[in-house]
């Protein structure tokens, strides 16, 4: 078992916007600028049951327009596969490469209770490459971006997380499962490589972590599938 404790600040109004924002603008394309309402989950007698990458991805963009779940239920009712949403580029296919939009950001953290059921949710694909300047650069990436007094438990994801600033600027809140924890997260395991780095070959190892960025890991394991990736903790 492992226990990772990272202490939690808070997030001023003007930082957190800038988070939210940068993200996004360095990443040439991302799930988050699809429209998922097709693929809306309703609520069955009082949980929410995700089946597919495209109910995954209908949940981040929920909570993301400020539907946080609180009091709410999600449980993952079999393995996912990502891949087919998102993914590394592929020149000589000429398919531009897609990151995941995280559930939860700076402006609206996830704050209900997902259960994974001891799932796994694989094809994780986040790969962004900007310029970011604020002190602490909360950027908040991973399956979760940002998750307040929620839970994510019995959760295994496997895939690949990138952050690469090409300033001399603290790269932060990077992780697997949860980029920032301000909740609960047990029970989980993270298989691949997390990648977190500033002035573009410089790792940035404080505030990001295997599973977690920064927060609490309960019970969790990370398992490193590449050696160029950063040397994290979980």
Request: with cysteine; hydrophobic share 35%.
């Amino acid at each position: 078992d492992t226990t990772v404790t990272t202490p939690i600040g808070g997030i001023e109004a003007e930082e957190a916007a800038v988070a939210l924002a940068a993200p996004q603008a360095a990443a040439s394309a991302a799930t988050g600028d699809q429209d998922w309402t097709a693929y809306e989950v309703k609520e069955d007698a009082g949980v929410y049951k995700i089946t597919t990458p495209e109910e995954l991805a209908w949940l981040a963009q929920t909570v993301n327009e400020g539907d946080n779940f609180d009091g709410k239920t999600v449980k993952l009712e079999q393995d996912i596969d990502l891949s087919e949403l998102c993914y590394a580029v592929d020149e000589d296919a000429g398919v531009a490469a897609i990151s995941w939009t995280p559930i939860g950001d700076a402006s609206y953290p996830f704050k209900g209770m997902f259960d994974g059921g001891g799932h796994t949710v694989s094809g994780l694909y986040i790969s962004l490459t900007g310029e970011w300047t604020s002190p602490t650069n909360k950027l908040y990436q991973g399956l979760f971006g940002r998750v307040q007094s929620g839970t994510v438990q019995n959760l295994i994801v496997c895939g690949s997380v990138s952050v690469v600033n090409a300033k001399n600027k603290n790269t932060r809140y990077i992780g697997g499962v949860v980029g920032g924890n301000a909740g609960t997260v047990q029970n989980c395991g993270f298989y691949g490589a997390v990648t977190a780095k500033k002035k573009t070959t410089i790792n940035d190892t404080y505030n990001n972590g295997g599973v977690v960025g920064n927060g609490d890991a309960l019970n969790c394991w990370y398992y490193r599938t590449n050696d160029a990736a950063s040397k994290l903790g979980v």
